[in-house]
């Protein structure tokens, strides 16, 4: 380490502060401000600065070696060209919906910009003699499937009780004739013809009885036929066929929303006469939108159902930041024509919306530009937007590097480069420059070429150098 004595010091000190002011006039004195800024700095020859600076630290002063810069890395990474297009917002889906039937509109129950349901009633016709008809038709259809339910379940255990006691009863009362009838006969020619008539007759009598008790209790055995439940099925069949003939037409003069969305027009009043076909509300449906653009020919063809890409909507600002907000969207619709005056696809992107209630953030018609990718993925330098020096022939960016003639003193060192895809606030460049180097991005625009500087690394939401 050198020493120095306060004579030797100050005496240096007087000399260094000489020659500053001699290269880069007054502004460098300690708390005063300067009064040509950096006009003094241009004025100055990087020779004589280095000269300076050299014979300053000859005699053990450390003195500024340029001026206050801040800078960054250039860094390689991996970048895919993007296109920005305009478009607009569309609805995913509408339908204008109209009346089945002719009729008088005697309800209207949602309202425009209310939202509805799919299969939600919109608007009703009158439905006076209609309705009755359903009614009648209901009794009929409750009719015929009580019968039917009737000769599914089958017999009763009582009913097949009570046709037995029949039966017992009529064979028990057979038995007693018969044995009338051979009493009659025993008594040979005492009994007279008629009283052996009557006998016989009731015995024939009470055969037939036993005859029909045993048929019904058969019959009730295999109750019911499956002739007679298949016409009573087929019956309720009709009935059912009948209410629902009436109920589509009572239907027909109601008019339900298609699907979820919002009615953005009404197209008809309460009281208002319409015939069939007429129409009586439009429904969009929002919760997922189209953003339409017109891709040129050759960049269409680089697209993909699928693709992913940025959309701003300018009318939608976020409030944290005053800025537009974006939302992503993929390529849902390619279609396979191009228009053959303007040389462009109809790309349809499907973007999310968000809806509260009555809210719709995301309106069709509204201006929309929209981000893609256009290339494939490849490596390359970039570097802030800030750094970028303009106004030349080419543009152009200051290197930090060391000074040619003394390697401790940095100077701006200019390099013309090509540019590039944007990406964000980063830019990229091409030119004889690589990965690592330090580039002044703050501070730039008061730099000439080979002029000293003071870099410092930039830090996040750090200002531009004042001196």
Same mark, same amino acid.
């Given at each position: 380490?050198?020493?120095?004595?306060?004579?030797?010091?100050?005496?240096?000190?007087?000399?260094?502060?000489?020659?500053?002011?001699?290269?880069?006039?007054?502004?460098?004195?300690?708390?005063?401000?300067?009064?040509?800024?950096p006009a003094a700095e241009r004025a100055a020859a990087p020779g004589a600065a280095a000269a300076s600076g050299a014979g300053a630290q000859e005699k053990g002063v450390a003195v500024p070696t340029g001026a206050r810069v801040l800078t960054e890395r250039l860094t390689e990474q991996t970048i895919i060209e993007r296109q920005q297009i305009v478009g607009t917002v569309l609805?995913?889906?509408?339908?204008?919906?109209?009346?089945?039937?002719?009729?008088?509109?005697?309800?209207?129950?949602?309202?425009?910009?209310?939202?509805?349901?799919?299969?939600?009633?919109?608007?009703?016709?009158?439905?006076?003699?209609?309705?009755?008809?359903?009614?009648?038709?209901?009794?009929?259809?409750?009719?015929?499937?009580?019968?039917?339910?009737?000769?599914?379940?089958?017999?009763?255990?009582?009913?097949?009780?009570?046709?037995?006691?029949? %039966?017992?009863?009529? !064979? +028990?009362?057979? /038995?007693?004739? &018969? =044995?009338? $009838?051979? #009493?009659?006969?025993?008594?040979? @020619?005492?009994?007279?013809?008629?009283?052996?008539?009557?006998?016989?007759?009731?015995?024939?009598?009470?055969?037939?009885?036993?005859?029909?008790?045993?048929?019904?209790?058969?019959?009730?055995?295999?109750?019911?036929?499956?002739?007679? %439940?298949?016409?009573? !099925? +087929?019956?309720? /069949?009709?009935? &059912? =066929?009948? $209410?629902? #003939?009436?109920?589509?037409?009572? @239907?027909?003069?109601?008019?339900?929303?298609?699907?979820?969305?919002?009615?953005?027009?009404?197209?008809?009043?309460?009281?208002?006469?319409?015939?069939?076909?007429?129409?009586?509300?439009?429904?969009?449906?929002?919760?997922?939108?189209?953003?339409?653009?017109?891709?040129?020919?050759?960049?269409?063809?680089?697209?993909?159902?699928?693709?992913?890409?940025?959309?701003?909507?300018?009318?939608?600002?976020?409030?944290?930041?005053?800025?537009?907000?974006?939302?992503?969207?993929?390529?849902?619709?390619?279609?396979?024509?191009?228009?053959?005056?303007?040389?462009?696809?109809?790309?349809?992107?499907?973007?999310?919306?968000?809806?509260?209630?009555?809210?719709?953030?995301?309106?069709?018609?509204?201006?929309?530009?929209?981000?893609?990718?256009?290339?494939?993925?490849?490596?390359?330098?970039?570097?802030?937007?800030?750094?970028?020096?303009?106004?030349?022939?080419?543009?152009?960016?200051?290197?930090?590097?060391?000074?040619?003639?003394?390697?401790?003193?940095?100077?701006?060192?200019?390099?013309?480069?090509?540019?590039?895809?944007?990406?964000?606030?980063?830019?990229?460049?091409?030119?004889?420059?690589?990965?690592?180097?330090?580039?002044?991005?703050?501070?730039?625009?008061?730099?000439?070429?080979?002029?000293?500087?003071?870099?410092?690394?930039?830090?996040?939401?750090?200002?531009?150098?004042?001196?």
């Open positions: 380490m050198i020493r120095f004595n306060t004579r030797s010091v100050l005496v240096g000190a007087g000399m260094a502060a000489v020659g500053l002011l001699t290269v880069y006039g007054p502004h460098w004195l300690p708390g005063r401000a300067s009064a040509s800024g609805p995913l889906r509408k339908s204008v919906v109209g009346s089945a039937v002719g009729g008088r509109v005697e309800e209207y129950d949602i309202n425009e910009g209310e939202p509805v349901q799919a299969k939600q009633r919109i608007a009703r016709l009158r439905t006076g003699i209609i309705a009755a008809e359903v009614r009648a038709a209901e009794a009929e259809l409750r009719a015929r499937q009580a019968e039917l339910k009737e000769y599914e379940n089958g017999v009763l255990p009582e009913e097949l009780e009570q046709a037995q006691a029949r %039966l017992d009863t009529a !064979r +028990a009362v057979l /038995e007693l004739r &018969q =044995a009338n $009838l051979a #009493r009659t006969r025993a008594l040979g @020619d005492t009994a007279t013809p008629a009283e052996l008539e009557e006998a016989l007759s009731l015995v024939e009598q009470g055969m037939g009885e036993l005859q029909q008790a045993q048929a019904a209790l058969k019959l009730l055995r295999r109750w019911p036929r499956e002739e007679k %439940l298949a016409a009573t !099925r +087929a019956l309720a /069949e009709k009935a &059912q =066929a009948e $209410l629902e #003939r009436l109920t589509e037409m009572q @239907d027909r003069h109601s008019v339900f929303a298609p699907f979820d969305g919002f009615v953005v027009e009404e197209l008809t009043e309460v009281g208002q006469w319409v015939q069939s076909g007429d129409p009586i509300a439009e429904i969009w449906y929002l919760k997922e939108v189209y953003v339409e653009i017109p891709v040129v020919e050759q960049v269409a063809a680089r697209l993909r159902v699928g693709t992913e890409g940025t959309v701003e909507i300018p009318a939608i600002v976020d409030e944290s930041t005053g800025k537009p907000r974006t939302f992503s969207g993929q390529v849902a619709i390619l279609p396979p024509k191009t228009d053959a005056r303007a040389r462009t696809v109809p790309v349809k992107l499907i973007v999310s919306n968000e809806i509260e209630g009555k809210h719709v953030l995301i309106k069709p018609g509204m201006f929309a530009r929209v981000e893609l990718p256009v290339g494939a993925p490849r490596r390359g330098l970039l570097v802030r937007k800030d750094a970028i020096v303009l106004g030349g022939v080419k543009p152009l960016i200051y290197v930090v590097a060391a000074s040619p003639s003394d390697e401790l003193v940095k100077v701006a060192l200019p390099r013309t480069v090509e540019l590039g895809i944007e990406v964000g606030d980063q830019v990229e460049v091409r030119g004889e420059i690589e990965a690592g180097m330090e580039v002044i991005v703050r501070g730039n625009e008061r730099v000439r070429p080979l002029q000293p500087v003071s870099p410092e690394p930039l830090q996040e939401g750090a200002a531009s150098p004042t001196r």
